[in-house]
């Protein structure tokens, strides 16, 4: 069987067919995926009643790396499994001034000497693709899956798909709404869902609609963050601050506002060059009714405001950890000259 780098579908066919090779390294922000394939290779792999026998889980925490560790535990036989499987979380292998070579060629021979009876998972959350010589051996002697966050178009056909089991549908509002609320975590969205359906089952409610997000899910601070600079653009401070208060009531962490806000920005000033709908879901990423909004917005300001804006988010957050204001400060000072610098 050929080792290849896989796609996550591809690799969860491999789990349900049981043609994993020896060695399989997973890696992305989406963590959910990761723990998913985890969970599933247990299922498929270890007996029932095993696990304590059969899998065990070493976590180096990004430091102190000892192959030995993990040889010693792929070397003993399963008890009651078709195979042991061997977790290694977070080695730390992959860091920027590791591996030397040496752990690189001891790590070759480690995976060849990998018993038939052995599966080693290494889950890593990023890794630095120049160490090409440890690399290598993954994507000659295993598997290797990448599992990145999810776009908005792919996630909003997951909600579709997901409702659609239970027997239920989704207004694309509603939909972008939450894929907002979440932060394109499918570990979020997921337990979202689970409540949502839930309280659709309890209600009789087929349809899920933005008046359902809104009172289940966390707030929308992207759709906050519209309101915000529309607010901006119009130059009403007071409605502004109003929508940042409303956050803070509710909550919502002001370091995650001044994260969303920049980025909200980031995504104006490519819009403002992109002009229509269709290349900002080409080039960014984001779910059509997302790029709407957005090709909507940016015509509202001119591109040197966005610019400065921008700048002023960068100038107060260097004067957050300057410890010359608080994080909520920096938020109503950046609205406050932002509605001035547009009237």
């Known amino acids: 069987m050929a080792s290849k780098n896989l796609s996550f579908n591809e690799l969860k066919t491999r789990i349900r067919d049981k ?47 000892s192959l030995d560790k993990v040889i010693d535990n792929v070397m003993l036989p399963p008890w009651m499994s078709e195979k042991r499987v061997v977790l290694v979380r977070n080695s730390g292998i992959f860091e920027a001034n590791d591996p030397k070579k040496e752990l690189s060629d001891a790590f070759s021979k480690f995976a060849e000497g990998i018993p038939e009876t052995s599966l ?25 899956c990448e599992c990145p966050k999810l776009k908005d178009a792919e996630i909003a056909g997951k909600l579709v798909q997901n409702f659609s089991k239970s027997g239920l549908t989704i207004d694309q509002d ?10 394109r975590s499918m570990r979020a969205v997921a337990n979202e869902l689970r409540k949502i359906v839930n309280y659709c089952k309890e209600k009789n409610i087929k349809n899920v ?22 607010s901006v653009s119009a130059g009403d401070t007071a409605t502004a601050l109003l929508t940042l208060n409303n956050l803070i009531a509710l909550k919502e962490p002001e ?5 969303r806000l920049a980025k909200h920005l980031t995504q104006l000033i490519c819009a403002k060059e992109l002009r229509t709908k269709e290349q900002i879901v080409q080039k960014l990423g984001v779910h ?29 957050e260097y004067e957050c950890r300057q410890g010359k204001m608080d ?8 609205l406050v000259l932002a509605c001035k610098s547009l009237t």
């Open 255 to 259: 370091v995650l506002i001044k994260y």
């Open 120 to 144: 080693v998972i290494f889950w890593d959350d990023k890794i630095d693709k120049r160490k090409k010589a440890l690399l290598g051996v993954f994507e000659k002697k295993g598997d290797v």
């Open 19 to 65: 043609k994993l090779g020896k060695l399989l390294l997973l890696t992305g922000e989406e963590d959910y995926y990761c723990e998913y394939a985890v969970n599933n290779i247990k299922l498929n792999y270890i007996s029932q009643g095993s696990e304590q026998m059969d899998y065990v889980k070493i976590n180096f925490e990004s430091k102190g790396f």
């Open 209 to 230: 609609d933005y008046a359902v997000i809104e009172a289940l899910c966390p707030p929308d601070v992207k759709g906050s963050i519209f309101t915000m600079l529309d």
């Open 327 to 334: 994080d909520r400060q920096s938020l109503e000072i950046l």
């Open 288 to 316: 059509p009714y997302t790029a709407q909004k957005l090709a909507a917005q940016a015509p509202k300001f001119e591109m040197d405001k966005l610019l400065y804006l921008f700048s002023m988010c960068a100038k107060t």
């Open 174 to 183: 509603a939909s972008d709404s939450l894929i907002s609320r979440t932060d």
